[in-house]
């Protein structure tokens, strides 16, 4: 009987001590996890203060794109650019190498005349769009435009606005426009993660929420009508294997990224072109 209660209590007392353990190791896995998370925290808030003091190139030496270009005798088309950085090619100096010009210029080789106009404005959120929309509609009564390009998502994706709210943003902004009977392409938030100007953990954490903001711009725009083109997954891995394709601010796209930019928008830019003759006949 003895031995029965002994051994019964060395079971207790085994028993107690591995919950013990398995208390101690549980809390000390607490303890690391929760310093692992404290300690990843600094570094984005130290990354993220570092970014926003590296210089940028100023929006203010983009160049100014608009004006007219092909032959009188052909069929007018009449462009709308819209958005941010991206849309009035911050990184680019000259007309030539910006992404209006070069889509103004894609149009005109389509065999159009074209008449190009930019309401877009640097720093620009996806919510920021429906202003210009409203500029653009406003301003063009009696001339509306025929073709509007949406160019915006990067500084989405830098801050922490809702997801839903950029979502909505983007389909009252197309929705404006194909009312007003423009055909409309919209360029999502590229992939952030093939900027230079920040590394890991912080350019990582850009990298998946641009593309979540892409594939909420994606979703809103088509349902509105628009033809999308998801620069996050078309042209991303272009972005990231080659760092010429950016400025030297680590941010903003160089020359040659905006030519990528454009030969992956201008066939979606032409078919829209094509859309809108067709509407008028």
């Known amino acids: 009987m003895s ?24 809390t000390g896995l607490a303890a690391g996890l929760a310093l692992g ?20 190139v100023d929006p203010r030496t983009a160049p100014e ?37 070069r889509i103004g210029q894609g149009i005109v080789n389509a065999g159009y005349k074209v008449d190009v106009t930019s309401v877009a404005v640097a720093n620009s959120r ?27 998502g990067s500084l989405d994706s830098t801050s922490w606005g809702s997801i839903s709210e950029i979502s909505r943003a983007m389909l009252r902004a197309v929705s ?23 590394g890991a953990p912080l350019r990582t954490l850009w990298s998946w929420r641009s593309r979540k903001i892409a594939a909420a711009q994606a979703a809103a725009a088509e349902d509105a009508g628009a033809t999308v083109i ?3 997954e078309e042209l991303g891995p272009l972005f990231r294997a080659d760092p010429g394709t950016i400025c ?17 928008l201008i066939p979606a830019i032409r078919s829209a072109c094509e859309r809108s003759t067709k509407s008028r006949a």
Do not use: W
């Open 37 to 56: 998370v404290a300690t990843l925290g600094g570094v984005l808030a130290a990354q993220v203060s570092s970014a926003k003091r590296r210089p940028m």
């Open 65 to 101: 794109v608009g004006g007219s270009g092909g032959t009188d005798s052909a069929t007018r088309i009449k462009f709308a650019l819209l958005g941010d950085s991206l849309a009035i090619s911050v990184g680019a100096h000259k007309v030539e190498d910006s992404l209006g010009g």
């Open 176 to 198: 404006s426009l194909r009312s007003g009977g423009v055909q409309v392409v919209v360029a999502t938030a590229p992939d952030l993660g093939a900027v230079r100007c920040v």
């Open 126 to 152: 996806t919510s920021d769009v429906r202003i210009q929309v409203s500029r653009a509609l406003i301003t063009s009564e009696d001339d509306p435009y025929d073709v509007a390009l949406i160019v915006v």
């Open 230 to 232: 998801n620069l996050a």
């Open 248 to 264: 030297p601010d680590g941010f903003h796209p160089s020359p040659d990224g905006y030519r990528l930019i454009a030969e992956r």
């Open 3 to 26: 031995m029965m209660m002994d051994t019964v209590a060395s079971r207790s007392r085994s028993t107690y001590n591995a919950r013990r353990l398995a208390t101690i190791a549980g």
